[in-house]
């Protein structure tokens, strides 16, 4: 009899690769889904990222790498920080992971214990509530619904510190929101951290650059909280290079060090030929490489919100960054159709995929019961067809 551990049996499967499988399968039936489920940017890698690959397996980078990555991308990442954010982290304080998946669970491993506490603001990335779970933390949730942009505030953080708080993990730009917090509301949570000096921050900022606000802001900025700030961030988003896998920390020293050692016994070091090709993205003008990509994901924001805004029942803000929307459709739960009833966003979602044809990621996945996250990383075209779709099945509710 085979028996599991209870590590495993515990975890949760994610509900985003969970749903891209569903769409798959219907797919392969010869059924027409438009996929607004998985978070990857519809571009592809550009040409002098993949270049510098290419001269990466001529010039015969091909061995083992440095567990913590390349001394020269390590470099390239601290004049990222610098440029882009005005961080100071050095060298010996950057760690690079296959994923900033991989760099939240190396952090996450290393600082959590057992029965520890992981404060995490919900709407909150899927995977967030299983890693804490990975390493034996209890997960505290602080809500914060459409009506306050789904940011937290800083009395609602000060209300759910206790002794055994351990971890304050975030995003922003917020998957699956888009939200962003501006640089007064980061300073405000600042102040109530800076209070506890056992509690830390994993602050994650993959989505930097798809920001329609013009301007990103790191936590890590505030002096009196930096040493207890771990900024994640990756290549993955802004560079269209997610099955390159490469996401890195900038981290206090003795928290990259430790992250070094984990890594040492799970993975080693990322791809030799991924890091290469990273030196060459972090090095170019980020304005640059993002501008198409950014402007069109604004473009479609603004297409699909419309439409949602247009359908009655629907609640919906238009967040400033990232590349997904995330409705409130609570008004819909109770309603039914052909004798099927809607009592939750995951019935709601598996109504819309087999109904519509529509893959979408029930808001429960994320903390957030009441919402659907829609990804727009599809074209215009798509997406029409896609509102279409949604819009008609939805007035087939009563």
């Known amino acids: 009899m085979t028996k599991l551990s209870d590590r495993i049996n515990n975890l949760s499967e994610s509900a985003t690769i969970a749903m891209a499988q569903r769409s798959r399968e219907l797919k392969s039936q010869g059924k027409d889904v438009i996929s607004l489920s998985l978070g990857e940017p519809d571009f592809h890698t550009p040409d002098f990222i993949k270049e510098a690959a290419k001269n990466a ?9 440095p567990v913590p990555g390349y001394l020269e991308l390590r470099e390239a990442i601290s004049n990222k920080f610098k440029r882009d954010n005005h961080l100071d982290y050095s060298p010996e304080q950057i760690v690079v992971s296959t994923g900033a998946k991989q760099s939240i669970a190396n952090v996450m ?3 959590v214990n057992p029965g520890d506490e992981v404060i995490m603001p919900a709407p909150y990335w899927v995977s967030y509530m299983e890693i804490a779970k990975m390493a034996e933390g209890i997960p505290v949730v602080v809500p914060a ?4 942009d789904f940011k937290i505030t800083a009395q609602q953080l000060e209300d759910a510190i206790t002794e055994k708080s351990r971890v304050l993990i975030y995003s ?8 962003i917090y501006t640089e007064d509301e980061l300073a405000s949570l600042a102040k109530v951290i800076a209070k506890h000096k056992d509690l830390f921050v994993i602050s994650d900022e993959i989505y930097e650059y798809i920001n329609f606000t013009g301007k990103h802001h790191s936590i890590a900025q505030f002096d009196e909280i930096k040493d207890q700030v771990i900024t994640v961030n990756g290549l993955s988003k802004g560079f269209a290079m997610t099955g390159w896998r490469c996401g890195y920390i900038g981290a206090p020293a003795w928290i990259a060090k430790a992250c070094g050692k984990m890594q040492g016994q799970v993975t080693s070091g990322t791809c030799s030929i991924t890091q290469r090709a990273a030196i060459a993205a972090l090095e170019a003008d980020p304005e640059v490489v993002t501008k198409e990509m950014k402007l069109a994901f604004k473009n479609r924001r603004d297409l699909v919100a419309e439409r949602l805004e247009a359908i009655d029942g629907i609640k919906v803000n238009r967040p400033p960054g990232a590349f997904y929307l995330f409705p409130d459709v609570s008004a819909f739960f109770g309603k039914s159709f052909n004798g099927e009833t809607i009592n939750n966003s995951q019935d709601l979602s598996m109504y819309l995929l087999n109904e519509a044809l529509v893959a979408t990621v029930e808001g429960d996945a994320f903390g957030s019961p009441d919402c659907l996250r829609l990804s727009i990383a ?3 075209e798509q997406l029409i067809t896609a509102m279409d779709r949604i819009t008609k099945a939805l007035e087939q509710l009563s």
């Open 145 to 148: 619904g459409i009506e306050q």
């Open 378 to 380: 599809n074209s215009e």
């Open 172 to 179: 922003s730009p917020s998957n699956p929101t888009g939200s």
């Open 109 to 111: 491993l290393c600082l």
């Open 57 to 65: 397996i001529d010039e015969n980078f091909t061995t083992y790498t």
